[in-house]
C-alpha cells in the first residue's frame, strides 16, 4: 500500500515536470509583454521629447538674435498656439495728412502728430518683440495701392519713392507696447509735385513674420514757395488778406488794399459790412473775382466779441459782432437782429456804423 502511494505521488512529480517548461514558458510569456509594453511606453515618451526638443531648438536658431517665438509674446486674448495665426500688420491712426503739404515744413501742423500700431487679426500687440520693433517712416507712390488692401513684400518694395536714387526714409520710430507717435518730420525741398503716400515698415528685413505695412491716404507734396499763396479752406480773422481767394500776396488787390490799412481778413469785412461798394472799388476787383472773394470771406467766424452802440433818439443799444455786422439790439429786453427787420432802422443802422468803425 505504502508503495502504491509512493508510486502514485512519483507518477504526479513526472507529470509536473514534464508541464512545467510550458507552465514557465507561459508565465515568463505574460510577465516579459507587461514588461515589454512599459519598456516600449517609456522609450516612446523618450523618444518623443527628445524630437520635440531638437524640433524647438532648430526653430529657435532660425530666429534672429535677440527675437523669440512671437506668437508667445502677442498681447493678452490672443491664443498661444504655438504658430501664427492671423495677419499681423502696421496701422496709422489716421487716414493721412489733413493740410496741404510743403516740403520742409512739418507733415502735421499746429502741434498735431500720428501714430502708428502693430495688430494681429485687429487687435494691438503689446508684448513680447514684434511690441517693440523699430519702424520706418517712407513715402511709396500713390496709384498703386488704390483699393488694394493686400500686397506682397515684393509688390511693395517696387513702389518705394526714390529720392536721388535712394529710398527716403523720413523717419524711424521705436514700437512701445505696440505703438509710436510719428514726431515731426519735413519733405525735402526737390521732392515737391509728387502725387504719394506714407507708410511704415519694420526696419529689420530678417523677421521670419510677415509684418503687412501701413498705407495712408495719397497726397500731392507742394514746393514751400507757393505756400505763402495758399488759401486757407476756412479763413480766420487774423489771416492776412492774401489768405483769401482771388487775392495774391504780391498782386495789386492786396497792395490796394494793404494802402487802406486793410491788412487782415477782419479789417476786410468790417469795410464790407461799411461800405461793400466803396471797398470793391478800392480793391479793383472784376464782378466774378469780387463774388469769389467774398463769398470765401464771409466763411470766416466772427468770435465772441460784441460792440454796442447807444441811440439815444431810439433809447435803445445796437449791437455788433467783431466784423461791425449788425447782430441785434437792447431796448427793455434783448432783441436777435433778422435780416426781416433791417428796414425797422435802416437810418440808425447806417449812423451807428459810422460812428462805430471811425470811434
Known sequence: MAQMLRQSQLDVANSVMERLPNILERVLGEHFGVFKS??????????????????????????????????????EGFPKTGSVTGVVKLCFDVAGPKDTLFTRCPVWKNGANAKVAILQNETQITQG?????????????????????DFTKDEFNKQIYMYKGKELVLATVSLSNGESSLGSFS?????????LRLTARVKRQDLT???????????????????????????????????????????KHRNNLVEKNIT??????????NDKFGLQKLAGMKKGDWNTMIEHATMCVPGDEIYSYLVPEDNCQILFNDFYDLVGKITDNYVPYSVDDVDQFPQVTSITLFHLYHS
Do not use: W
Open 38 to 75: 512599459s519598456i516600449m511606453g517609456c522609450i516612446d515618451d523618450k523618444v518623443q521629447l527628445i524630437v520635440q526638443t531638437k524640433m524647438q531648438e532648430q526653430q529657435a536658431a532660425s530666429l534672429p538674435s535677440g527675437v523669440s517665438e512671437p506668437p508667445r509674446h502677442v498681447s
Open 209 to 251: 513674420v510677415r509684418v503687412q505695412e501701413a498705407i495712408t491716404d495719397p497726397f500731392v507734396v507742394k514746393d514751400r514757395r507757393s505756400e505763402s499763396n495758399e488759401k486757407s479752406p476756412i479763413p480766420s480773422k487774423e489771416d492776412d488778406i492774401h489768405q483769401l481767394k482771388k487775392i495774391c500776396l504780391k498782386g
Open 264 to 273: 487782415k481778413v477782419k479789417h476786410l469785412l468790417r469795410h464790407y459790412h
Open 129 to 149: 518683440d514684434l511690441s517693440k520693433l523699430q519702424i520706418e517712416i517712407l513715402p511709396v507712390h500713390a496709384d498703386f495701392f488704390t483699393g488694394q488692401e
Open 187 to 195: 519733405f525735402p525741398e526737390s521732392s515737391h509735385g509728387k502725387k
